[in-house]
């Protein structure tokens, strides 16, 4: 296949981007506002510098394109919440541009990624893709509105589309400098240059990790399947992130006592995920969270070596 992957010198898009370029031709639409040439180092891929803003780039990147793979994005409740126009621009407007210009180009199939934050605060576990939404956070709500846009292509225009709502990602090349990044690549990066952690709020909150290889799986298979609408994507396992702080603290053999501090707006209490429906996908994790731990601990050592 040829296939595109928007975001694709990020976190996910480029772990993504160099499985599929194995045994596809792959383009990289990126505008390097949060992803990094490093990540894509080495890649036999085609880089292009640009914004999913601008619908001309899209249609001239598509075209050819068999598979769209849409991970661009602002990926961070907290900024959303103090710049929720710009989480708009990118996240509704430009997902309304991928679809629009996937259309335009004839693509078989968009494969969008979306996040569990649309649950919102529903003390309701496990999350279930039919289960009531209730967003709290302008990322939440640019999430959604592009499940909507992806529904409404395919209703409208054919365009086939997959959605898989992402829940707590982790691994390596995610950007453990940002505030915004993932609480494992924080916590890992910070232990190892002899720092303390940091939770908001007391700890007891629990997250659904799952490694970005499985993610990696999830969007293969599902551009793969003939299946369309929404999979949830995680481990179906949830641990508090004072037990995660443990864990790594054993896994380094440290004794590690995070500092806590006031909670986070739009932070979610508790997120656990049922994964049986994306069983329709072919998506079954593969990894353990203590193996995806130590690739993260050699990939952060290396930055720091």
């Known amino acids: 296949m040829r296939c595109a992957v928007t975001g694709g010198a990020g976190f996910i898009?480029?772990?993504?981007?160099?499985?599929?370029?194995?045994?596809?031709?792959?383009?990289?639409?990126?505008d390097l506002s949060k992803g990094k040439i490093k990540n894509i180092e080495g890649i036999g891929?085609?880089?292009?510098?640009?914004?999913?803003?601008?619908?001309?780039?899209?249609?001239?990147?598509?075209?050819?394109?068999?598979?769209?793979?849409?991970?661009?994005?602002?990926?961070s409740v907290q900024s959303s919440v103090e710049n929720p126009l710009e989480t708009n621009s990118v996240g509704v407007e430009g997902t309304l541009n991928v679809l629009m210009a996937s259309r335009y180009a004839g693509v078989k199939k968009v494969v969008f990624s979306s996040s569990a934050s649309?649950?919102?605060?529903?003390?309701?576990?496990?999350?279930?893709?039919?289960?009531?939404?209730?967003?709290?956070?302008?990322?939440?709500?640019?999430?959604l509105t592009g499940e909507y846009y992806c529904k409404v292509f395919?209703?409208?225009?054919?365009?086939?589309?997959?959605?898989?709502?992402?829940?707590?990602?982790?691994g390596p090349k995610q950007d453990p400098s940002?505030?915004?990044?993932?609480?494992?690549?924080?916590?890992?990066?910070?232990?190892?240059?002899?720092e303390v952690p940091v939770i908001y709020g007391d700890g007891e909150q629990t997250r659904d990790f799952v490694y970005v290889q499985d993610v990696v799986n999830a969007n293969i298979l599902a551009s793969r399947s003939n299946e369309s609408g929404i999979f949830n994507i995680a481990?179906?396992?949830?641990?508090?992130l004072n037990q995660l702080a443990d864990m790594i603290g054993r896994t380094l053999c440290r004794d590690i006592k995070p500092k806590h501090i006031d909670p986070r707006p739009g932070d979610i209490r508790d997120s656990l995920a049922d994964i049986s429906k994306a069983k329709q996908i072919g998506y079954v994790p593969s990894f353990a969270m203590e193996?995806?731990?130590?690739?993260?601990?050699?990939?952060?050592?290396?930055?720091?070596?």
């Open 178 to 194: 940002s505030e915004y990044s993932g609480v494992i690549s924080r916590f890992v990066f910070n232990i190892l240059k002899g």
């Open 45 to 75: 891929a085609e880089f292009i510098k640009g914004s999913i803003t601008d619908l001309d780039l899209l249609k001239k990147a598509f075209a050819e394109v068999d598979c769209v793979f849409h991970m661009a994005a602002i990926a």
């Open 118 to 143: 649309v649950y919102g605060q529903s003390p309701e576990l496990p999350k279930r893709e039919d289960m009531r939404l209730d967003p709290k956070s302008p990322y939440a709500v640019s999430k």
């Open 235 to 240: 481990s179906g396992r949830s641990i508090s």
């Open 154 to 170: 395919e209703e409208l225009y054919g365009l086939n589309s997959t959605v898989l709502r992402y829940f707590n990602v982790y």
């Open 291 to 305: 193996s995806g731990l130590a690739d993260c601990i050699e990939y952060f050592k290396g930055i720091l070596d």
């Open 13 to 30: 898009g480029s772990n993504l981007a160099e499985r599929l370029a194995d045994e596809n031709d792959v383009v990289i639409i990126d």
